[in-house]
């Protein structure tokens, strides 16, 4: 079984401020890790992902993630953070041979206040 | 970029209805998804497909039915549509060439309400 928790379902901070989102999974082998980010009234766009290799990945936007197998986390990282940042972000997760079934968390609402 | 285009934008139906939400992508991707958003929730697939007349049980099938009839097109039937179907509708396509972790790419949404 596989799973993504998002415990933050709610984030606020001030522009200019570094954000950083929390991610973890729950997979008995090596997965693919996503982000994607929902703007307000928009559908989902694709932000990063990790396949294998350099633990940093970086995205669009600016953003980048940090996987860590050792607690099992992907975080989401930007700085400094934008009003236009202001979304809802998803972490994703893809299990190996699952026929590309991603799992996603529940989502955490970004609010940046200018 | 990839474009992947949902109808209605809207739906109200009452509850015992029929109701078909159409999707069509037109960049001759091989899998195509539909998942629905609910607050607490997040998105959760209900059915994929990987080709023309292949469909794949997601995690939350019941209650759905979803007919693949080409590359481009992928349709989600509720045949008794219950106040629990209401939610809002993605759909989304991503290209198998690499064989996994591809980009998916998502439509508009459709919001779908059962009274």
């Known amino acids: 079984a596989q799973s993504v928790d998002q415990p933050d379902a709610h984030v606020t901070l001030s522009e200019g401020a570094s954000l950083e989102l929390r991610c973890s999974y729950s997979?008995?082998?090596?997965?693919?890790l996503f982000w994607y980010v929902q703007y307000p009234g928009q559908s989902l766009q694709f932000l990063l992902k990790?396949?294998?290799?350099?633990?940093v990945v970086k995205g669009t936007k600016g953003f980048e993630a940090e996987f860590r197998k050792s607690n099992s986390s992907f975080n989401l990282k930007k700085s400094p953070a934008h009003w236009s940042d202001s979304a809802k972000y998803f972490c994703a997760l893809e299990g190996q041979g699952t026929g590309s079934k991603l799992s996603f968390g529940k989502g955490a609402k970004l609010t940046v206040s200018p | 970029e990839a474009a992947v285009t949902q109808s209605p934008r809207n739906k109200v139906t009452v509850t015992g209805g029929n109701v078909t939400l159409s999707c069509r992508q037109t960049?001759?991707?091989?899998?195509m998804y539909w998942y629905r958003q609910d607050t607490g929730h997040g998105l959760r697939l209900i059915h994929y497909s990987y080709g023309a007349g292949n469909l794949q049980i997601g995690d939350v099938p019941d209650g759905y039915k979803a007919t693949r009839t080409t590359q481009e097109d992928f349709f989600l039937l509720l045949e008794l549509a219950s106040p629990s179907q209401t939610s809002l509708y993605f759909c989304a396509s991503s290209d198998e060439a690499g064989g996994f972790a591809e980009t998916l790419y998502f439509g508009s949404g459709t919001r779908l309400t059962v009274l």
């Open positions: 997979y008995s082998a090596a997965p693919y």
């Open positions: 960049n001759s991707h091989n899998y």
């Open positions: 990790y396949i294998t290799g350099d633990t």
